[in-house]
């Protein structure tokens, strides 16, 4: 192996670590640990991150054993003034360190103005981009009493970038700024500055006035210069004259990396080839992608448009193609006539990070399951924890919750009602849990732990319904959520899609059937068909009363599968039919939902006279009797017998006796392969079905996944937030945190109507565009302040009282200006620094009316600043401290009465 560069012999290959390099004169040059975060736009860096899955490794991560495997990134930055010769020494350094490290991290070409959320991520008080460079003789990040104007972009985290000068040339009402006095701040906000940058420009200014030991801060809203206290005003146009002022208007301001980002390109694969020593990429699909389109033998390009490309190099590719990976990658992007600042990611054969992952349909790691097994249903909750789930527990370990999606055991009190036209129709106590694929349900549940009540609102959508009832059963959950004060979380469930806790609130006996009421308010389409069916055949899914469903099939032989339980009623018996692939657990369960549900089945009626219809059986026959009614029930058969002095009523009440009382009867197991014929005469006769084994399902648990919504900008976007945490969740907005197997939406408290009804939909357009095909996962509406513990565990450590001490624009501004230490001790000092530095000039050529007829250098508005000292005292016959500490109307009458105004 060739030698290293001496700057980075000292990084550890097995440990968490953080480091970045400076490219100073085409050296690699470490650049200490208080400067993490400041870049010179006119130079180039390298920053390299170590971390496990666990443990996101950051500007303030220290060398450390990992927790678990490691995973690398390497990323060379170029500023937008950096050389070109410094830019190739930092991409081929970045390889040099890719090579000490075996190959293994994931490298990203980072371009000023464009870089990834990771990147941003790693430096949590923002980026600090100077003007400047090695090349401009800044060799270090050293304190500079210069006056500076900085642009402050981001939502969350800052981009702070330093203008090339002081002056109006450089603003935009899109953006905020800050001017550097050193003792004086001013925060200017466009008029089209949106809430976040305000408040992170009032961040940099509080940041600043630290580092300064204390600073007079302004704030100014565009247009309203004018209004400022004269002092302050007068210090404002000294560096930036009102009569210059020019801002870019909001349209002509949009950043153009932002306004690709909104252009829509379907993601494309190609596939690199240098057969022949000839550098050959062709196209291999476009649309959605698979793990299986990528061959180990070469290299791809993924091509995601002016979001990025990705080169993912393959295990067996040859070393050329490796070393040159990123170059034709830029060759690429020239090509495509792509910007010059899109993104670009080298990622290897096996070492995947989950940005790349989330681009294909399927993904599979090497150390996951993969072969033929039984498909079971998902059932985290059963794996993870056989006793029963205490909602206390749970509250205290929302870890726990979180991974298994359960908030109790689901034993607390729960209501249940089916939309039927425009209304809401409460569901007998008796038949809650059975539920129509034609018809749309609410479920409100309510469990409490200590003295607190926590409500669950779910509105289960059937695969059948109409989109009016869909429409009407989430209007109503928004109407029963008002009623209880905002208080429950909402979930959207989908037929076929269930979480496991809604699941667990029917105890196991949860069943779908097919039909259900009329379709539409009308009533038009469709007919009501849910009464009682002849023959009934459900397919049962789960291993306990916290997982098992029950849905109908259509009821036949082709139907069964082998590697499932499935329940046949008739009028003739109830079996239970065990597929050789079920489990035992999965049997019990089969035997539960034949004993239960299923919906109501007609009885057999038998008329005197006419028995020979019916099986006989010796069950004392001697205590029948013409005049009355009887329900004989027994394992094969539910028998009404009609005496032939019974009247009609009586028969009918025979009937719902016969339909509810006597308790259960025992189901008829039957063993797959062990079937008599009544059973295939039952199913409707023999025929083929599956008995193949199953692929089993993937479950594998992908990391959660942060965004911001926000329509500060004017339009609804959607942000990822990488390594989040709790203080991540800005109350100003919608939050959407994917857990793969369902997505949650926190409502800040403060967000406005806009961001509050687009968020549902923009969550919905997120799971359709999904390559993993999951647009039917459960969708959670949490209020903030209402958290359940289910979404509090994807946090770490949840902290109830943060939101508390959670500071607004408004709150920091008037803070910082409360203890600002007064404008006329700052002013003078100023002005002192100021005027010493200052030409001066005799009384006579400072009294000019007109401006243009003053020296070129004089500032109209402070002219008595280029009097000498001697000449000032002579004019206004005290000195410049005392003048200072004059009144504001003071001042301006004694410089009118000597033409200095």
Known sequence: MPPVDPAFASVPKNKAFFAVWRIEHLKVVPVPREHYGSFFTGDSYIVYSAGSGTEFANSRTREHVARGPLEMHIHFWLGAETSSDEAGTAAYKAVELDDHLGGLPVQHREVQGSESKRFLAYFKDGLRLLSGGCASGFSHVTPDQSPKLFCVKGKRLPIVQQMSSVSWEHFNEGDSYVLDLQDAIFVWNGRSANKHEKLQAAKVAAKLRAEHGGSHVVFIEDGQEVALPAQERQLFARHLPLKDKHVIRRADSVDSDEAAEQSLHQVKLFQCSDEGGTLRVSEVKTGQMFQKDLKHEDTFIIDCGPKGIW????????????????????????????????????????????EFKALFATWRDKDETNGFTPLKPKSRVAKTVQTKFDAGLLHENPVLSAETQMVDDGTGQKEVWRIERFSMVSVDPEHQGLFYSGDCYIVLYAYSTGATDHFILYYWLGSHSSQDEQGTAALKAVELDDKLGGKPVQVRVVQGKEPAHFMAIFGGKMTILSGGKASSFDGKRGKDTTGPKERLLLQVRGTSKLNTKAMEVECRAGSLNSNDVFVLRSKQATYVWAGKGSTGDEREMGKEIAAGAGGPVDPVLVVEGEECNAQKVECRAGSLNSNDVFVLRSKQATYVWAGKGSTGDEREMGKEIAAGAGGPVDPVLVVEG?????????????????????LGEDHVQQPARLFQCSNASGRLTAEEVVNFAQADLVPDDVMMLDAWDALFLWIGQESNAVERKGAEQMALEYLTADPAGRDNIPVFRIKQGCEPPNFTGFFGAWDLALWNNCKTYDDLRKELMMSNPGIEQVTHKIESDFSASLPTYPLEKLQHKVPEDLPGDVDPAIKEAYLSKEDFQKVFKMSEDSFAALPEWKKQHLKKSLGLF
């Open 674 to 694: 062990q079937e008599r014929p009544e059973f295939w005469e039952a199913i409707g006769g023999k025929e083929p079905y599956a008995n193949a084994r199953r």
């Open 311 to 354: 080169v993912w190099i393959g295990k067996q590719a040859n070393k050329k193609e490796r070393a040159e990976a990123m170059r034709n990658a830029q060759g690429f992007i020239r090509k495509k006539g792509y910007h010059v600042a899109t993104p670009v990611t080298r990622v290897i054969d096996g070492g995947e990070p989950l």
